[in-house]
């Protein structure tokens, strides 16, 4: 396949977001920190909505609010605008409620690194 | 945070910041915005006055027992409001053909059921982001 | 290593992604196929149908008015889970029962 | 005609229960336990109507708001999804009656109406995401049963429950995101997302864009992959299910794994379609994976010691069945996978309560110290003993019915090797369930002599205990009630495939 720089800087927001997506999921997997887990979910979740919101995209087309005044334009999709702002609030429920489970683990472990805890946790089933 | 500054600012521009909160659930229909943005606004006022003032005094501003009403009350409402499409004959969350005043174009005033829901989506988002970070700040 | 094993997997599917974008419908046409009568239907007929001059408010609190149900319970199981795990306890008199029991 | 709302009541009457009870000011205690029955038992009797209903007249579509299928958002009403709910509430009903005792001993008191408050809107989700016909619905009903889902779990508070949530959590957000994607790119060449309509398009724009849908469907299986403990990305399940408060568990294996699979059979079939799933090969893969969970899931069960992990690891190898079920892509097969759904749901719900039942009375969890519980526990031995020859698949239980379907479909479908793996698997389930049952009964725990004695347990327990083998055995004894119905049902799924 030969490179088409055009392919690419038309596409870019789709190239954003995979590479977003495999960031997000590398900080997940990769990182002991729960918290910094936390923030790669949250670099995911992001992926997707620029995903979205870039499926929705008309060039030149203007945002999708009704102006009796000026008349016919062209509108953006708004669909996958209305169903993102579904996922944000998704997004924030889930990160509120890991944040807790945090709080929780640091009370009961001292610590939020992942690999501190599986140590105390096998000295604890060698007891 | 015992900051005379920040304390002084903060209480000049919270009534700002909540008027713009309501301006953007009021407005959810017309302009872009909505429950959730203007909720969103109207909570990141009281954040504030917690962050400036200690939790005591924030949690004084908006008590659990009132925020915990709020927030089973804001989905009971569109609950209900589903519920007039039903009895008009129609399924669930109809909005035109159940008999909500439709109003004119471009006026606050119009499109039926969508404020009122923006209204119960705004109270809820707002008290549940408070309540969410009061619940955070309480457990250290 | 297990980072290495990681890093390379995840390069790999990088490159399987970014190899399947030349395939997906370029960003922007007016002719994609997400860009459909659905769309179209929302565009034209939303101020006659809602009233609403604000698109998208139309589509989350009227057309699709259950999902936004759906996501104020989300909030709402957010903040009951939350508050089930640090949450003080609201049910004051109850815990003093116990302790005049106990 | 307002028996058509029954969804929206039932729905919306978990719902409005669900938030109102954060408001209760009096102490947890008798009226509020008789309130929730009673709610339960509302809505329960609208689903049976709602069956009823749907079997006396036909499936019918209800849209919201009054507008078409595909501007609003849609709920497809069949047979198979109406049974689903009755199942679905029959036992969070009798799981919810046997919590009211058992939860005293695991989580705190004040706790109680958190935990009630999840449970209901963990049933809320789980009945709409079965209802749902719209790809972005299902989505945030899958959010809401999530997080109930981890929550119910971390309640507990204990060390390792934490981290198991923690866990259970992290691979639960990674599957949404995973699925949103799938959900994005597949609405990205069609443009809709009610799933009839996804379907009427796909067949067009399959030819144009191939790698969109084989991307699309990637995401989406490795997501409910996850959710729902497929081989490889099973580790969060026997952490989450055995350290879980027993109701939990058992609404967890139960029903909630339960509602993601038959999520993935409607995007398999509904969504997708049966030709273009055969034809992009992805159901040859799904095989494999399933055949490597029925081992596999098996072969970690065996050295599991604690008897709760047994179960969780067994619930792995039976998600296999149902996932060869679903990959068959015959009519059979996916009748089987949709049976084994409900036998499963049964008993796996007898066997997790009466584990838990042993544990709330003796404290053991480990099963090389079972010897002589069946005179100490009999009824609840016995329970737990329909639930083990339903997992090996005696004759009679509903268990067998399964796996009998299962067999006839992997022969229809021109696949005998697969029968051995059945076979091979039924084997493995007999070597680590009927040791517990033979040291139960058989053997003499040193210093207890073999004395049969009344089941100290309360009577909520043992009644719910029961009633759950009950229904187990039920449908063993007359698979044809929940067969019929689910062949009623299938061509709704199957053969609707337009094009191509």
């Given at each position: 396949?030969?490179?088409?720089?055009?392919?690419?800087?038309?596409?870019?927001?789709?190239?954003?977001?995979?590479?977003?997506?495999?960031?997000?999921?590398?900080?997940?997997?990769?990182?002991?920190?729960?918290?910094?887990?936390?923030?790669?979910?949250?670099?995911?979740?992001?992926?997707?909505?620029?995903?979205?919101?870039?499926?929705?995209?008309?060039?030149?087309?203007?945002?999708?609010?009704?102006?009796?005044?000026?008349?016919?334009?062209?509108?953006?999709?708004?669909l996958p605008?209305a169903m993102?702002?579904?996922?944000?609030?998704?997004?924030?429920?889930?990160?509120?409620?890991?944040?807790?489970?945090?709080?929780?683990?640091?009370?009961?472990?001292?610590?939020?690194?992942?690999?501190?805890?599986?140590?105390?946790?096998?000295?604890?089933?060698?007891? | 945070?015992?900051?005379?500054?920040?304390?002084?600012?903060?209480?000049?521009?919270?009534?700002?910041?909540?008027?713009?909160?309501?301006?953007?659930?009021?407005?959810?229909?017309?302009?872009?915005?909505?429950?959730?943005?203007?909720?969103?606004?109207?909570?990141?006022?009281?954040?504030?006055?917690?962050?400036?003032?200690?939790?005591?005094?924030?949690?004084?501003?908006?008590?659990?027992?009132?925020?915990?009403?709020?927030?089973?009350?804001?989905?009971?409402?569109?609950?209900?409001?589903?519920?007039?499409?039903?009895?008009?004959?129609?399924?669930?969350?109809?909005?035109?053909?159940?008999?909500?005043?439709?109003?004119?174009?471009?006026?606050?005033?119009?499109?039926?059921?969508?404020?009122?829901?923006?209204?119960?989506?705004?109270?809820?988002?707002?008290?549940?982001?408070?309540?969410?970070?009061?619940?955070?700040?309480?457990?250290? | 290593?297990?980072?290495?094993?990681?890093?390379?997997?995840?390069?790999?599917?990088?490159?399987?992604?970014?190899?399947?974008?030349?395939?997906?419908?370029?960003?922007?046409?007016?002719?994609?196929?997400s860009?459909?009568?659905i769309a179209?239907?929302?565009?034209?007929?939303?101020?006659?149908?809602?009233?609403?001059?604000?698109?998208?408010?139309?589509i989350?609190?009227?057309y699709r008015?259950?999902d936004?149900?759906?996501?104020?319970?989300?909030?709402?199981?957010?903040?009951?889970?939350?508050?089930?795990?640090?949450?003080?306890?609201?049910?004051?008199?109850?815990?003093?029962?116990?302790?005049?029991?106990? | 005609?307002?028996?058509?709302?029954?969804?929206?009541?039932?729905?919306?009457?978990?719902?409005?229960?669900?938030?109102?009870?954060?408001?209760?000011?009096?102490?947890?205690?008798?009226?509020?336990?008789?309130?929730?029955?009673?709610?339960?038992?509302?809505?329960?009797?609208?689903?049976?109507?709602?069956?009823?209903?749907?079997?006396?007249?036909?499936?019918?579509?209800?849209?919201?708001?009054?507008?078409?299928r595909g501007i609003g958002i849609e709920?497809?009403?069949?047979?198979?999804?109406?049974?689903?709910?009755?199942?679905?509430?029959?036992?969070?009903?009798?799981?919810?009656?046997?919590?009211?005792?058992?939860?005293?001993?695991?989580?705190?008191?004040?706790?109680?109406?958190?935990?009630?408050?999840?449970?209901?809107?963990?049933?809320?989700?789980?009945?709409?995401?079965?209802?749902t016909n719209d790809m972005f619905n299902l989505y945030v009903?899958?959010?809401?049963?999530?997080?109930?889902?981890?929550?119910?779990?971390?309640?507990?508070?204990?060390?390792?429950?934490?981290?198991?949530?923690?866990?259970?959590?992290?691979?639960?957000?990674?599957?949404?995101?995973?699925?949103?994607?799938?959900i994005a790119?597949i609405y990205?060449?069609t443009g809709a997302l009610n799933m009839s309509e996804i379907?009427?398009e796909?067949?067009?724009?399959?030819?144009?864009?191939?790698?969109?849908?084989?991307?699309?469907?990637?995401?989406?299986?490795?997501?409910?992959?996850?959710?729902?403990?497929?081989?490889?990305?099973?580790?969060?399940?026997?952490?989450?299910?055995?350290?879980?408060?027993?109701?939990?568990?058992?609404?967890?294996?139960?029903?909630?794994?339960?509602?993601?699979?038959?999520?993935?059979?409607?995007?398999?079939?509904?969504v997708?379609?049966?030709?273009?799933?055969?034809?992009?090969?992805?159901?040859?893969?799904?095989?494999?994976?399933?055949?490597?969970?029925?081992?596999?899931?098996?072969?970690?069960?065996?050295?599991?010691?604690?008897?709760?992990?047994?179960?969780?690891?067994?619930?792995?190898?039976?998600?296999?069945?149902?996932?060869?079920?679903?990959?068959?892509?015959?009519?059979?097969?996916?009748?089987?996978?949709?049976?084994?759904?409900?036998?499963?749901?049964?008993?796996?719900?007898?066997?997790?309560?009466?584990?838990?039942?042993?544990?709330?009375?003796?404290?053991?969890?480990?099963?090389?110290?079972?010897?002589?519980?069946?005179?100490?526990?009999?009824?609840?031995?016995?329970?737990?003993?329909?639930?083990?020859?339903?997992?090996?698949?005696?004759?009679?239980?509903?268990?067998?019915?399964?796996?009998?379907?299962?067999?006839?479909?992997?022969?229809?479908?021109?696949?005998?090797?697969?029968?051995?793996?059945?076979?091979?698997?039924?084997?493995?389930?007999?070597?680590?369930?009927?040791?517990?049952?033979?040291?139960?009964?058989?053997?003499?725990?040193?210093?207890?002599?073999?004395?049969?004695?009344?089941?100290?347990?309360?009577?909520?327990?043992?009644?719910?205990?029961?009633?759950?083998?009950?229904?187990?055995?039920?449908?063993?004894?007359?698979?044809?009630?929940?067969?019929?119905?689910?062949?009623?049902?299938?061509?709704?799924?199957?053969?609707?495939?337009?094009?191509?």
């Amino acid at each position: 396949m030969k490179l088409d720089l055009s392919l690419i800087a038309n596409n870019i927001n789709y190239i954003g977001a995979m590479v977003l997506f495999i960031i997000g999921l590398y900080t997940v997997l990769t990182h002991s920190n729960l918290i910094k887990k936390i923030i790669g979910i949250n670099i995911m979740e992001t992926s997707i909505f620029l995903f979205f919101v870039s499926i929705g995209y008309v060039k030149g087309a203007v945002a999708p609010i009704l102006d009796p005044s000026t008349g016919e334009k062209i509108f953006v999709n708004p669909l996958p605008a209305a169903m993102i702002l579904t996922g944000i609030v998704v997004a924030v429920s889930i990160t509120a409620f890991s944040l807790s489970i945090i709080i929780k683990i640091h009370e009961a472990y001292g610590t939020i690194e992942l690999d501190e805890i599986m140590k105390i946790r096998s000295v604890e089933v060698d007891e | 945070m015992d900051d005379l500054f920040v304390k002084v600012t903060t209480k000049m521009i919270l009534p700002f910041i909540q008027i713009y909160g309501i301006y953007v659930i009021i407005h959810g229909h017309l302009s872009p915005g909505g429950g959730f943005s203007g909720g969103a606004i109207f909570a990141a006022s009281i954040v504030l006055y917690t962050l400036a003032y200690g939790l005591h005094k924030g949690q004084k501003r908006m008590p659990h027992s009132i925020s915990s009403k709020v927030e089973t009350g804001g989905i009971l409402f569109y609950i209900g409001i589903g519920f007039v499409g039903i009895l008009a004959g129609y399924p669930f969350l109809t909005n035109k053909a159940a008999g909500f005043p439709m109003g004119e174009l471009g006026k606050v005033m119009s499109a039926g059921l969508i404020p009122m829901v923006t209204v119960a989506i705004g109270l809820k988002v707002m008290s549940t982001i408070v309540t969410l970070f009061h619940t955070m700040l309480e457990e250290d | 290593m297990n980072k290495l094993f990681t890093f390379l997997v995840l390069g790999g599917l990088l490159v399987v992604l970014l190899a399947s974008i030349s395939e997906l419908p370029p960003m922007g046409e007016m002719d994609n196929p997400s860009y459909n009568e659905i769309a179209n239907y929302y565009i034209d007929n939303s101020a006659e149908d809602t009233g609403s001059t604000n698109i998208i408010a139309a589509i989350i609190t009227d057309y699709r008015a259950f999902d936004t149900l759906g996501e104020t319970t989300v909030l709402f199981t957010g903040i009951a889970a939350v508050v089930s795990l640090i949450g003080v306890t609201h049910h004051k008199d109850k815990k003093k029962e116990e302790e005049n029991h106990g | 005609m307002s028996s058509l709302h029954f969804p929206v009541y039932i729905l919306m009457l978990l719902l409005a229960f669900a938030v109102t009870i954060p408001l209760h000011k009096k102490p947890y205690g008798r009226k509020f336990q008789v309130l929730m029955l009673s709610v339960l038992g509302v809505s329960w009797v609208m689903a049976l109507l709602e069956l009823l209903k749907v079997l006396w007249d036909a499936p019918y579509s209800y849209t919201f708001g009054n507008y078409e299928r595909g501007i609003g958002i849609e709920f497809l009403v069949d047979e198979f999804s109406a049974l689903m709910t009755l199942v679905v509430l029959t036992l969070s009903v009798l799981i919810i009656i046997y919590a009211l005792r058992d939860l005293e001993h695991e989580i705190e008191s004040s706790r109680m109406y958190s935990y009630f408050t999840l449970v209901f809107l963990m049933i809320f989700s789980m009945i709409g995401m079965i209802f749902t016909n719209d790809m972005f619905n299902l989505y945030v009903f899958m959010e809401i049963l999530s997080l109930t889902s981890v929550a119910i779990i971390a309640i507990k508070k204990k060390k390792d429950t934490l981290m198991a949530s923690m866990k259970y959590l992290m691979m639960g957000a990674i599957a949404s995101v995973t699925i949103l994607m799938g959900i994005a790119l597949i609405y990205m060449v069609t443009g809709a997302l009610n799933m009839s309509e996804i379907n009427l398009e796909i067949s067009r724009v399959w030819a144009l864009y191939p790698r969109n849908i084989l991307l699309a469907m990637g995401f989406m299986l490795t997501g409910f992959g996850i959710k729902a403990a497929i081989f490889p990305l099973h580790n969060w399940l026997p952490d989450a299910h055995s350290s879980a408060p027993t109701p939990s568990s058992a609404l967890l294996s139960g029903l909630v794994v339960k509602a993601y699979v038959f999520a993935i059979a409607k995007i398999m079939y509904r969504v997708i379609g049966e030709n273009i799933s055969v034809n992009i090969g992805i159901t040859n893969y799904i095989i494999i994976f399933a055949v490597m969970s029925m081992i596999m899931g098996s072969v970690f069960a065996l050295t599991q010691r604690d008897i709760k992990r047994r179960l969780a690891y067994s619930s792995v190898s039976q998600i296999g069945y149902i996932f060869l079920g679903l990959a068959l892509a015959s009519e059979l097969g996916f009748s089987a996978a949709l049976f084994h759904v409900i036998s499963h749901a049964f008993m796996k719900s007898a066997l997790f309560l009466s584990a838990g039942a042993i544990i709330y009375k003796t404290g053991i969890r480990d099963v090389k110290k079972l010897d002589g519980i069946g005179y100490e526990m009999p009824i609840t031995m016995t329970v737990f003993s329909v639930g083990v020859l339903g997992m090996i698949g005696i004759p009679g239980t509903s268990g067998f019915m399964s796996k009998w379907y299962l067999g006839l479909a992997v022969l229809d479908a021109g696949h005998p090797e697969l029968l051995a793996v059945i076979l091979i698997s039924s084997f493995l389930n007999a070597l680590y369930y009927l040791p517990i049952i033979i040291s139960a009964f058989l053997r003499e725990r040193p210093g207890k002599p073999l004395v049969m004695h009344r089941d100290k347990l309360p009577r909520t327990m043992k009644v719910s205990m029961v009633i759950v083998a009950l229904g187990s055995i039920l449908i063993g004894l007359f698979p044809h009630l929940v067969m019929d119905i689910i062949q009623r049902a299938v061509p709704t799924f199957i053969g609707i495939n337009l094009g191509l």
